[in-house]
């Protein structure tokens, strides 16, 4: 007996990124003016120079006092809408992908969403640095299972708001160190449907036993009050240690699975955390500098929303069927890639 032949089902099509938007503070801080305030405040002589020498970031925007992370988020979600010629009624799913947040409860997403309009599916999408990216991709998982027709991610991010503006001795000053490479941005991306390209390949590496590593404590059940846990704390070299013995992996997985290498894409965005840190990405991985779209000098560690800002800054030079492969990574631990191609 001959099994009859099941009826063909349509390919699903590609989904990609359609548009782009970003959002900065207005207000530049420059990382020498920064150290002042903190040598003053603290009593605690520095040697001149010294944030700028160790992390290679000499300036950052940071969000006024009456702006928040839902606010840099709505102004970077007009200009992506903008840009596509669309309206937040075009949009069936909002997600707010970031590390930074207006409050606990509700989800930000709902603040956004108050803001712009529309009655789309919305929530929060947290992963430290890597939650924009994370969004993007669950944006996608959305449209391909057939539950959102068009998503619209954003982030905003206020990390300056964690800094450690006062130090009681140097071994504090350790901790907060990082703390002093934030700057604050917005960004957002349209994930739907395309006709050619789009989102190729998603892989991600998640070590969570170094969740200790770094990050901000309170707001949570763990530490629910108290200013002391609302500054970011963290051991830099432990971090790069992880990042180093893990990071290699996932690049080599990645290329064997598309068979794509450095050559084959018009530019890699990875997140940045200071100048140092880049130049050792660089060095271990062996990605050619001039693919890289270099914003920590010039902005600071902007958290999640610093391939949003990269892919709009690169995105002006590029072609249809043009690649580009995104690297985040995030504390607790987690690295994630992205191949996208430009439809």
């Known amino acids: 007996m001959i099994e009859p032949t099941p009826p063909s089902r349509p390919a699903t099509p590609p989904v990609g990124i359609t548009a782009v ?8 801080v420059h990382t020498v003016d920064l150290q002042q305030r ?3 405040a603290s ?3 520095l040697p001149a120079g010294l944030f700028s020498m160790m992390t290679g970031v000499e300036q950052r925007r940071m969000a006024g006092d009456d702006e928040y992370a839902s606010t840099l988020a709505v102004r970077a979600a007009r200009q992506a809408l903008d840009t596509a010629g669309l309206s937040i009624g075009d949009v069936d799913l909002l997600l707010f992908a970031s590390a930074s947040r207006d409050m606990v409860e509700p989800a930000t997403a709902h603040i956004v969403q108050a803001e712009l309009g529309g009655r789309a599916h919305a929530l929060d999408v947290t992963n430290a640095c890597n939650s924009f990216l994370n969004g993007i ?4 998982s959305f449209v391909l299972a057939g539950r959102a027709r068009r998503a619209l991610v954003v982030t905003g991010e206020t990390p300056t708001r964690a800094m450690r503006w006062q130090l009681t001795d140097l071994a504090q000053a350790r901790r907060a160190f ?3 490479t934030f700057g604050d941005a917005g960004a957002a991306v349209l994930v739907e449907p395309v006709t050619g390209g789009g989102i190729l390949d998603v892989d991600t590496e998640t070590c969570s036993e170094h969740w200790t590593v770094g990050g901000i404590p309170g707001g949570g059940s763990r530490h629910p009050r108290g200013d002391e846990h609302t500054y970011f704390t963290g051991d830099g070299h432990a971090l790069r240690g992880v990042f ?3 990071g290699t992996d996932i690049l080599d997985r990645v290329r064997r699975r598309t068979g794509l290498d450095w050559a084959d894409y018009a530019r890699v965005l990875v997140h940045q955390v200071t100048m140092p840190y880049l130049d050792r990405f660089v060095e271990v991985t062996g990605v050619p500098k001039d693919k890289l779209e270099i914003t920590v000098g010039e902005l600071g560690n902007l958290a999640s929303a610093t391939l ?8 002006r030079g590029l072609r249809r069927g043009d690649r580009v492969l995104f690297i985040g990574l995030g504390g607790g631990v987690s ?6 191609e430009k439809s």
């Open 21 to 28: 938007g970003v959002s900065l503070p207005e207000r530049v």
């Open 38 to 40: 903190v040598a003053e």
């Open 43 to 45: 009593g605690i002589a």
């Open 137 to 140: 991709d669950v944006a996608r």
């Open 178 to 180: 990082a703390g002093y």
């Open 244 to 246: 180093e013995q893990i």
């Open 308 to 315: 949003g800002v990269q892919l709009a800054r690169a995105g």
């Open 335 to 340: 690295i994630m890639t992205m191949v996208w």
